[in-house]
């Protein structure tokens, strides 16, 4: 059974940021939904920076690649299960209904993971965290500035 958690009692870390922004990020692409959690994880674990595109070489190589080493490091099978216990599960109910897809609209307005961070303003140190309440006004604020129309990513 999901959480109820209050957003203002939310923590949301930069691993649950990166998790959740290549989820979307592989979603949006139209990869199915296990894979794209298993992205989100690698990314998280292998700790990726801005480079979640593709480059070079076959998406689904440079993926297993990732994926081999992220396991290696974490020394576990990274699942979709994975995702769901570290990062949704966490979360509760304010995973599915704001988090995952505010940050579906932060990948499709074209924002890479280091301006999702900037913009919701999480500090750089190791282990910083923001609330939940946070996420939302932060994000909230941003939706309200954004022009309206297609993305660069919009398949319009």
């Known amino acids: 059974m999901a959480k109820k958690q209050p957003p203002k009692d939310m923590s949301i870390g930069k691993f649950d940021i990166l998790a959740t922004y290549a989820y979307a990020e592989a979603l949006l692409d139209g ?41 290696k490091k974490k020394k576990t099978t990274i699942t979709a299960e994975s995702f769901d216990r570290q990062v949704a599960d966490k979360m509760g109910v304010f995973f599915g209904k704001t988090f995952l897809p505010a940050m579906k609209r932060l990948v499709k307005a074209g924002l890479s993971y280091d301006e999702v961070k900037k913009l919701v303003k999480i500090p750089t140190t190791w282990g910083a965290k923001i609330t939940g309440e946070q996420f939302e006004e932060r994000t909230a604020d941003y939706f309200g500035r954004a022009k309206k129309g297609p993305t660069p990513r919009s398949k319009e």
């Open 31 to 71: 990869v199915d939904e296990d894979e794209a959690k298993q992205r989100g994880m690698v990314a998280a674990v292998m700790g990726a920076k801005a480079k979640l595109g593709r480059t070079g070489g076959s998406p689904t190589d440079d993926h297993k690649a990732r994926k081999e080493a992220a396991e």
